[in-house]
T-cell receptor, first 116, second 115 residues
Framework: DTGVSQNPRHKITKRGQNVTFRCDPI?????LYWYRQTLGQGPEFLTY????????KSRLLSDRFSAERPKGSFSTLEIQRTEQGDSAMYLC??????????????FGSGTRLTVV | TQLLEQSPQFLSIQEGENLTVYCNSS?????LQWYRQEPGEGPVLLVT?????EVKKLKRLTFQFGDARKDSSLHITAAQPGDTGLYLC???????????????FGQGTILTVHP
């Protein structure tokens, strides 16, 4: 297993277009998280899944954003009608959720979105 | 909403100097993690602290979790240019509700170590 994989690494799109990002987590990890990060800031939580169930969505995630994790494996994050304010790094992380253990989160390298 | 405040936001020092980064919150976290991030890459986990008062060492890095599990610090001894990066603290939400296990990040500390 080579870690968390995100595709594409970079995406440039025109305002108003739809974009979709993919995240392939570490295979045995049952939790998958999406974060958004702007330059020089900490990641902001967007949403997370336990297996295929989406357990929480941030208020940051407007109706234009949707995420799925069919079959509890890979996940996709779609942004419809992109706006310039959506320009950011979108990070995916996965972890093995097995209380009471405190496993760290493994992050992918992110997808950098630029909306022009 | 649980918030984590990191300070300082920027730190520019010479090789060989010591430094401390602070992470504070009014909320209690079940655990706290520190990450290091390089430009264009995702954060990489450095350490997880769980018990109030816990101290962990990783070579020249020393991490401490506050007694009340609301704050943490990262101390680097004899900083090297390779330590340059964005340092992030992240608190893990405790039990109760669907936010259990969610990581909330501080805004980060950008460290630059000059040769």
């Amino acid at each position: 297993d080579t870690g968390v994989s995100q595709n594409p690494r970079h995406k440039i799109t025109k305002r108003g277009q739809n974009v979709t990002f993919r995240c392939d987590p570490i295979s045995e990890h049952n939790r998958l998280y999406w974060y958004r990060q702007t330059l020089g800031q900490g990641p902001e939580f967007l949403t997370y899944f336990q297996n295929e169930a989406q357990l929480e969505k941030s208020r940051l995630l407007s109706d234009r954003f949707s995420a799925e994790r069919p079959k509890g494996s890979f996940s996709t994050l779609e942004i419809q009608r992109t706006e310039q304010g959506d320009s950011a790094m979108y990070l995916c992380a996965s972890t093995l959720w097995a209380e009471p253990a405190n496993y760290g989160y493994t992050f992918g390298s992110g997808t950098r979105l630029t909306v022009v | 909403t649980q918030l984590l405040e990191q300070s300082p936001q920027f730190l520019s020092i010479q090789e060989g100097e010591n430094l401390t980064v602070y992470c504070n919150s009014s909320s209690v976290f079940s655990s706290l993690q520190w990450y290091r991030q390089e430009p264009g890459e995702g954060p990489v986990l450095l350490v997880t602290v769980v018990t109030g008062g816990e101290v962990k060492k990783l070579k020249r890095l020393t991490f401490q979790f506050g007694d009340a599990r609301k704050d943490s610090s990262l101390h680097i001894t004899a900083a090297q240019p390779g330590d340059t990066g964005l340092y992030l603290c992240a608190g893990r939400t405790g039990a109760g509700g669907t936010s259990y296990g969610k990581l909330t990040f501080g805004q980060g500390t950008i460290l630059t170590v000059h040769p």
